[in-house]
């Protein structure tokens, strides 16, 4: 398929990001170039998510602009990959512009169901028949075949690079679709993990983030011993080169919790940040999602951390207008994010979603308005919190991972000296803007934090 050339566009979490550069290194080793202007490609494709209704809205409403683009390009070949591939399957079909449907366990298949598609002209659809049966061997054999030949080469951030830990999750939480179109919870190898992150290494990488949709519930058993997330973050802190390892997402238990902290608090590698979702203060709300545990509990883990890694940043989700969810409960969740004390929160509508335990047993029964209010509230506690805690940085100096130039300009930052505006982060997840030269991308650099805001450290390189 030399020549061809390829769009692709993600609209979906780490994963799907995930995802997306390995399907484009796989189609660039294959021949395919690649555009970032939809109307001058010959195939479109679309990494989808499936978590909120909006989510798919924004996929429906991209694929009507492809339909348009289609009428002058008739040959051009769309792709729906990911998660909403996956839960809608054939229906897509239905949208007239879309020719393959490639659920996120088909994603080594990309190559041949491309080229197939533009021989043949006709519509493909690979998706798994049953989602939720223990995965097959030989699936599971060839997504890690895909994975270790494409992840050396992700690094749509310089330096930087996301590597799966964990493949699905068997946690059901009664709101949530991520079971249903990601498959049973499953371990990787350490061998592979590490394997990977060795060779990412190689290839310039200096800050690893680990994935799991519960990553410290990570485990693998190899003989007689059975591999923790602790272990990974020791083995991945030995590797040469590897300076910052996160991981994302913790759920809130206690298995495995010290030792994580405890590889946090003795790795000087591992970054102290935490994301850890709470989703209600509320413990009738969190029985109803089907969270094991009380805000007790959970605050008491929030202590653990801060006692183990007093440096630490917790970060969390919350999700408001959950079915049932009264005033008093909503309470409870502002009075949790004021004793979190989170660094930042993402505060996201409940959503409905198709064949979710909450979506059959529970009406929806909180008006969209009263969603939106509580939004608008728990935002603004969470801002005033988010802002004492960056104001704490004000006059330090951070070691910061520099991404590359800033998208939007920040008027209050320092004087520019000529140079452009770049951003980064420190360890604890905070992101920094600062003036200095772009080819300090996927560098660390030292700045001095003359200015702060809620959510962005304003500084002076050093
Ligand atoms: N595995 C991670 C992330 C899952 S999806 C975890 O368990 O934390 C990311 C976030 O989307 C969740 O933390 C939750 O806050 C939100 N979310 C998931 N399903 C949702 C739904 N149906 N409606 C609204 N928000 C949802
Ligand atoms: Fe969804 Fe819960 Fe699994 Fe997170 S832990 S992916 S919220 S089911
Ligand atoms: Fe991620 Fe959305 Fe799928 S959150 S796992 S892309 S449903």
Redo the contacts with the bound molecule.
């Keep these: 398929m030399i020549g061809k050339k390829v769009h692709i566009k993600s609209f979906g979490?780490q994963m799907n990001k995930l995802d997306t550069a390995l399907v484009t290194f796989a189609l660039k080793d294959a021949g395919f170039t690649f555009t970032e202007s939809a109307s001058e490609a010959d195939v479109v494709l679309i990494n989808t998510c499936s978590?909120?209704?909006h989510a798919e809205q924004r996929v429906i409403s991209h694929l009507g602009r492809l339909q348009h683009i289609k009428k002058t390009r008739p040959d051009m070949v769309v792709g729906v990959i990911g998660c909403m591939a996956q839960r809608l399957d054939r229906k897509l079909l239905k949208h007239d512009a879309v020719d393959i449907i490639c659920g996120p366990a088909q994603i080594p298949q990309i190559t041949k169901l491309i080229t197939e598609t533009l021989k043949l002209k006709k519509e493909i659809v690979a998706v798994t028949e049953n989602i939720r049966q223990k995965t097959d061997q030989r699936q599971a054999q060839a997504l890690e075949d895909f994975e270790s030949a494409y992840s050396a080469r992700e690094k749509k951030i310089p330096g930087q690079a996301y590597v799966r830990v964990m493949r699905g999750?068997d946690?059901f939480?009664s709101?949530?679709?991520?079971p249903f179109v990601r498959g049973p919870e499953i371990s990787r190898p350490p061998k592979a993990i590490i394997d990977q992150i060795r060779k990412l290494a190689d290839t310039g990488v200096k800050q690893v983030t680990l994935l799991?949709?519960?990553v410290n519930s990570y485990k693998y058993k190899a003989g007689d011993k059975t591999y923790c997330l602790a272990d990974l973050l020791r083995m991945a802190s030995d590797i040469q080169g590897i300076e910052w390892i996160r991981f994302?997402?913790?759920?809130p238990s206690e298995e495995f919790f010290d030792e994580i902290l405890r590889a946090m608090a003795d790795l000087p590698k591992v970054c102290n940040y935490l994301?850890?979702?709470a989703?209600s203060g509320s413990n009738k709300i969190l029985r109803a999602m089907n969270r094991h545990y009380t805000t007790d509990q959970y605050l008491h883990l929030l202590a653990k951390a801060r006692d183990i890694v007093p440096a630490i940043a917790i970060a969390g989700?919350?999700?408001v207008g959950?079915p049932g969810e009264t005033h008093a409960d909503f309470e409870a969740t502002v009075d949790l994010v004021k004793k979190a004390r989170y660094k930042n929160c993402?505060?996201?509508?409940?959503?409905?979603?198709p064949d979710?335990k909450?979506?059959k047993k529970l009406a929806d029964d909180i008006p969209l308005e009263v969603k939106k209010n509580r939004n608008t509230e728990l935002l603004a506690v969470q801002e005033k919190i988010s802002g004492e805690l960056s104001a704490e940085y004000l006059g330090k100096e951070v070691r910061v991972l520099v991404e590359g130039l800033s998208k939007k300009p920040h008027l209050d930052s320092e004087k520019s000296d000529g140079n452009p505006q770049l951003i980064g982060r420190t360890a604890t997840d905070y992101i920094v803007v600062f003036n200095a030269p772009p080819s300090l991308a996927g560098q660390f650099v030292k700045v001095k934090i003359t200015k702060t805001s809620p959510l962005t450290l304003f500084g002076r390189l050093i």
Excluded: A
């Design positions: 979490c978590v909120r209704e999750c946690n939480c709101y949530c679709i991520v799991g949709q519960r994302v997402t913790s759920y994301h850890i979702p989703q989700d919350f999700i959950f993402f505060i996201f509508k409940y959503s409905p979603r979710t909450s979506d």
